[in-house]
């Protein structure tokens, strides 16, 4: 298993002199740190800047989407090529907020997961229901529909190297997190499909939480929304993350 992961996902947040100091404070913040990858997911303008700030550091540049195609008539989209062009290591896929604004299909997400990977980047795939599929017990369902899409379009060791997120969708940007009783659930549910895969939880992770989270025994990391804005706070969640790579070995 390669090493456990922390991703901020900055969503369309940010401004260049912000961004300056939130990548100056987290590079320097985590260069002691060692046991755990960090990344960060910036909005496309900010990608060739900040893959110039983030070069020679440990903190790994990433995208929040990308087109299914590599090229054409697709106007407003953004290919893998061209990720990879600016050094991007990581690109979300399927994040539940372009699943319900934007109406990505499982079909389109599976394409993407393919596409980001036949450019040698690693795709965080993003999983995960709604509070009222939550309520109607089919968490497993939609999490294991989703999955399948992927699974159906791609071949199973690919998995190997992709990353996939359990986000809830009523736990992201609310504050309520899952408990790690329900988080572990759903994770010893994708364990059981992607044995060689990291799998993060994603959802109202806090520096108060991210210990209790990430010492869960199937939990390999973090995708951090409002906290990745924050450098204290986003530093405080990769120590938890090194504390519990430490302890878990
Ligand atoms: P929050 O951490 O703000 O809840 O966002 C989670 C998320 O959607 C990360 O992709």
Known sequence: ????????????????????????AVVAGIAGLNGVECAVCVPFPYLGEVAGQLANTRLALGAQNLSEHAHGAFTGEVSAPMLAEFGCR??????????QL??????????????????????????GETLAEREAG??????????????????????????????PVWAIGTGRTATPQQVQEVHFFLRNRLQGTRLLYGGSVKKENAAALFALPDVDGGLIGGASLVAV???????AAVRAAQEKG
């Open 233 to 239: 706070d986003f530093l405080e969640i990769v120590k």
């Open 1 to 24: 298993m390669p090493s456990r992961l922390v991703a901020g996902n900055w969503k369309m947040h940010g401004n260049r002199a912000a961004n300056r100091a939130l990548l100056d």
């Open 102 to 127: 934007y109406g990505e299909t499982d079909a389109a997400v599976a394409a993407k997961f393919a596409a980001a990977l036949g450019q040698g980047i690693t795709p965080i795939l993003c999983l």
């Open 138 to 167: 089919k968490t497993e369902e939609v999490v294991g529909r989703q999955l399948e899409a992927v699974f159906r379009a791609n071949d199973r060791k690919l998995f190997e190297n992709a990353v996939v997120a359990y986000e």
């Open 90 to 99: 990581y690109v979300l896929v399927g994040h539940s907020e372009r699943r």
